[in-house]
């Protein structure tokens, strides 16, 4: 089993005595502290050899007779020593060399001194004057910090010395010799042991500091990891969105400081939630790293930050200097994703691969204070994106009406618009072409500001959807209809307009039929227009929304048919009651091409056995080729203009087919 540094410290700190067990703490006690140790020992030596020669006064003053050559010796051995220590020094010689050396001179000072002063014809003086062995032998053990073997080798030399100089002395005196033999012994043995000692306490403290660094770099790395994985999405490895909106208030606090501009971009793949009922949820994951990945690739020559800003959405942020660049960047981020080739055999919008669409927006001068202002433009340029067709690229324009000031009153006003009755129904009636019987009206909302102007539904309806303002604004219309007009029977169907995004929201259905129950209205008599606009991915959740509509007797009616890309695959996938042919269809008619194209798509329709509406019938000519056609209902201004509801409310006169008719054109 192989062993982490930590547990090797562990190990030696619980082993008595303590001992470097692997090569690595080994190597590491060894090199720890190496410059600390080398001027330590510097430091030592130069005090030695400075009282060693300082004691060149005891020599004058007890071995007088040969204090020449001893001070001589004693000068020689402390310029050597000095020399050498420095030398290495200078060389850089490890610590252990040096101490070696410094080991060496001690001894060289014993030795050196020994000799000369063993010759003094005094032999009494110089038998206690011997005795000063002991300090060297004290000096290498306890005085310099050297490791126990070196320590242990040195004194044991000195040691050594000692006995053999004790030895030379003539056997007079076997007391004194067996007296100072066992002294200088001891004392060995004794400076051994607390070198020893010395020793282990020091490699004990190397232990504790490592253990305690050992801890505190695993609790950082601890932290990191942390750190990285709360910021890191799990299945992309990109920046989540905490991350994400973290290094946006960065690059927007360098802007507010610096004026360094940047531009936030915001990513969508296209039908995603398609390709995920399709493929499985597995296969959208891969698809979402796949993306992710191009994506990081795409934005590198940018050097700018990408993060997953959740579902399918990512961001990419980075410091760009003019609009152009901006472009530059969106549309590699475009085309990186559409190069991928990735297969996506569910869209039914004429393209079978995997696509983004991408919204950007610039810092400008004007965006104000407000540093989510920015992704929301992005956000407004990515709804663009979608709207035009998806797979492309849009910067967000201040000048464009529904990116404007305008747009942002407009969606304040939705949402008090409804209880400071500023929103209101009008209804267009629909005739039957062969009996000339209105049989049903269409409810179309209109929106007044505050000042009592006008909006036109072009402008707030998009803005509805966008905010989700639709939703309560739908169920108000429905619950509207229901107790404007049919309740007391004043018409029999009425027609109301409903947005994808109404289907999509969850409870919708349960929601009508709450309406319905509250007002006592019949399924049967509430029409749901569907548009193939803007979001086109025939989701499974409106799927099953409209049968549950369905399940309510509530009729569902296609608007707007062959303005939008999937209407065929919605005639494939709905059974609609009655489908609505645009009324640009019916504009066209002027021209022979024009005819014939409506005849072709009343074929159609008429084939799958669908009701025929036709939308837009202005001119007695066109109400003419209508009935020419066999088309089975009319709406437009030549039947009559949207009107209040008042309009519908006069009991029937005696002639059904000019009162109904004539009233709304006069409203
Ligand atoms: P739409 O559903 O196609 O509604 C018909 C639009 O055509 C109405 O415009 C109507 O005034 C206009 N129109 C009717 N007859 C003629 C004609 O003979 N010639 C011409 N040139 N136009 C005619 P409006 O009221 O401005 O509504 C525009 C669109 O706003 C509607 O188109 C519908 O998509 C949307 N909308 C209106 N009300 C609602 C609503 O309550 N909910 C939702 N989701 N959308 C609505
Ligand atoms: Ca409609
Ligand atoms: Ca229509």
């Known amino acids: 089993m192989k062993h982490t540094l930590a547990d090797v410290v562990e190990i030696d700190l619980h082993t008595e005595p303590p ?65 050498a220590l420095e030398i290495q020094l200078r060389l850089n010689t490890s610590a252990n060399a040096i101490d070696a050396t410094s080991a060496a001179a001690v001894i060289l000072a014993y030795a050196g001194w020994l000799c000369p002063a063993m010759m003094t014809a005094d032999v009494q003086t110089i038998s206690y004057y011997m005795v000063f062995g002991a300090i060297f032998m004290m000096s290498v053990n306890l005085f310099f910090s050297f ?53 282990w306490e020091r490699y004990k403290v190397f ?22 994985l709360s910021n890191t999405d799990p299945l992309t490895g990109l920046e989540n969105r905490r991350a994400i909106d973290q290094r946006l208030r960065d690059y927007w606090d360098d802007w507010q400081k610096t004026g360094h501009s940047f531009a936030a971009i915001l990513i969508d793949v296209d039908f995603f939630k398609r390709y995920n009922d399709c493929y499985g949820h597995q296969e959208g994951d891969r698809c979402l790293v796949l993306v992710a990945n191009a994506l990081e690739a795409s934005i590198e020559p940018y050097s700018g930050s990408i993060g997953r800003y959740g579902g399918e959405e990512f961001i990419v942020l980075a ?85 404007s000031d305008e747009s942002e009153n407009i969606a304040a006003l939705l949402k008090i618009a409804i209880d400071h009755h500023l929103v209101s129904l009008v209804y267009q009636p629909i ?29 707030f309806i998009p803005v509805a959807e966008r905010t989700g303002a639709i939703l309560e ?18 018409v029999p169907v009425v027609s109301v307009n409903v947005s994808p995004i109404q289907l999509k929201a969850p409870g919708f259905a349960a929601s009508v039929a709450a309406i319905l129950g509250e007002t006592g209205v019949a399924g049967g008599r509430l029409a749901l227009e569907i548009t193939e606009g803007l979001e086109m991915e025939m989701h499974s959740d409106i799927l099953r929304c409209i049968s549950d509509l369905k399940t309510l007797g509530i009729k569902i009616w296609l608007d707007d048919f062959g303005t939008g890309f999937a209407g065929l695959s919605w005639l494939r996938l709905i059974d609609f009651d009655t489908v609505k042919i645009d009324r640009s269809f019916l504009h066209d008619c002027g021209t022979p091409r024009g005819r014939a194209m409506l005849q072709d798509i009343i074929g159609l329709v008429r084939n799958r056995g669908h009701n025929i509406l036709v939308e837009g019938v202005e001119t007695d000519e066109q109400l003419a080729l209508m009935q020419d056609f066999r088309i089975d209902q009319v709406q437009g201004f030549h039947v009559g203009r949207p009107a209040p509801a008042e309009n519908f409310m006069a009991p029937p006169p005696a002639d059904p087919r000019q009162a109904r008719l004539v009233r709304p054109l006069r409203g």
């Open 19 to 83: 001992r470097p067990a692997s090569a690595e703490l080994r190597t590491l006690y060894r090199e720890e502290g190496e410059s600390a140790r080398k001027q330590a020992t510097r430091r030592g030596l130069w005090i030695a050899v400075a009282a060693y020669l300082l004691f060149s006064i005891t020599d004058i003053l007890l071995v007088p007779d040969v204090a020449r050559y001893t001070i001589a010796a004693r000068f020689a051995v402390g310029i050597v020593a000095i020399a």
């Open 207 to 228: 232990l504790n500091a490592l253990e305690a660094k050992v801890q505190h770099n695993e609790a950082s790395e601890r932290g990191k990891a942390l750190l990285r």
């Open 147 to 199: 490791r126990f073997r070196l320590s242990l080798v040195a004194s044991g030399v000195i040691l050594l010395i000692f006995l053999a100089a004790l030895q030379s002395f003539p056997p007079i005196y076997p007391s004194y010799k067996l007296a100072f033999g066992t002294f200088c012994v001891s004392c060995f043995v004794f400076t051994s042991y607390v070198n020893w000692k010395l020793n």
């Open 431 to 459: 005739r039957n072409v062969v009996s000339g019987r209105v049989e049903a009206v269409e409810a179309l909302m209109r929106l007044r500001m505050l000042d009592g102007t006008a909006v036109t539904p072009s402008l």
């Open 319 to 403: 410091h760009l200097d003019t609009s152009e660049r901006l472009a530059e960047l969106a549309e590699a981020i475009r085309s990186t994703v559409e190069n991928l080739a990735q297969a996506h055999g569910q869209r039914r919008d004429g393209t079978s691969i995997v696509t983004v669409s991408v919204g950007a927006s610039f810092t400008r001068n004007q965006t104000g204070t407000k540093l989510e202002k920015i992704i929301h433009e992005a956000d407004r340029a990515l709804y663009a994106a979608k709207a035009s067709g998806r797979n492309c690229t849009r910067l967000f324009d201040p000048n464009d009406p529904q990116s």
């Open 473 to 490: 604004l739908g169920r108000w219309a429905i619950r509207t209809v229901c107790r404007e007009l049919l309740m007391d029977d004043h």
